[in-house]
């Protein structure tokens, strides 16, 4: 039973350009979402979070939408760089940290 | 600022043998959890802990066992070992109570000849 879903195993986007990554849950309940990269052979590394009490929270380059009626969320990634390049997960902590099942960013030069 | 810690970093072991993955978490973090990442594939949830206690379990091979000790660390042991075993293996920590979110560790790649 995934609860956290991604749906768009790659996306392929322009260096400069806006890159979207987008995020599906089913459990109302959850309140708190966590957007994480990953290179290869490495750790996860955490990226941007977002409340349920919110629903935009910006960090730099980086923003994430959350839709709650929709259980939707998105990271958006404006401009978009070639090191953004990667896999990019999201998560809900009250999921027990389950991760979706990614999206591989590509950003071309 | 301190990190999460896992041990080894590399591990080469033959089949049908055993292995331990350890894992420290960051200081006042209260839970534990492990991922195995296989060639090509997303980190799969393995199992995780909280307070030392199970909390969770995903799909963790009945030849697999884990436990959080008293000063939060935790280890993944793996027996029988089958060609299938060699991945990526990693832990995150995160505190339950502050709501923060996990951080992982480097990962121990396991190889299973």
């Known amino acids: 039973d995934q609860q956290v879903k991604q749906n768009s195993p790659s996306l392929s986007v322009q260096e400069g350009r806006i890159s979207i990554l987008n995020c599906d849950y089913t459990?109302?309940?959850?309140?708190?979402f966590l957007w994480y990269k990953k290179y290869p052979a490495e750790g996860p590394t955490f990226l941007i979070s977002i409340s349920s009490i919110k629903d935009k929270n910006e960090d730099g380059r980086f923003t994430v939408f959350l839709n709650k009626s929709a259980k939707h969320l998105s990271l958006h990634i404006v401009p978009s760089q070639p090191g953004d390049s990667a896999v990019y997960f999201c998560a809900a902590p009250r999921n027990d940290m389950r991760f979706g099942a990614g999206t591989r960013l590509t950003v071309k030069p | 600022a301190a990190g999460v810690i896992q041990s080894p970093r590399h591990l080469i072991k033959e089949k049908r043998e055993t292995a331990t993955l350890k894992c420290y978490p960051i200081?006042?973090?209260?839970?534990v959890y492990w991922y195995q990442q296989g060639p090509g594939q997303d980190p799969q949830f393995l199992i995780s802990?909280?307070?030392?206690?199970?909390?969770d379990k995903g799909s963790i091979p009945d030849r697999f066992s884990a436990q959080q000790f008293s000063d939060y660390h935790s280890e993944l042991n793996m027996s029988s070992l089958e060609l299938g075993d060699s991945a990526l293996y990693f832990c995150?920590?995160?505190?339950?109570?502050?709501?923060?979110?996990?951080?992982f560790g480097q990962g121990t790649r396991l190889t299973v000849v």
């Open positions: 802990f909280y307070e030392k206690m199970q909390s």
């Open positions: 459990n109302s309940m959850f309140d708190y």
């Open positions: 995150a920590s995160s505190s339950m109570l502050e709501g923060t979110e996990a951080f």
């Open positions: 200081p006042r973090h209260d839970t």
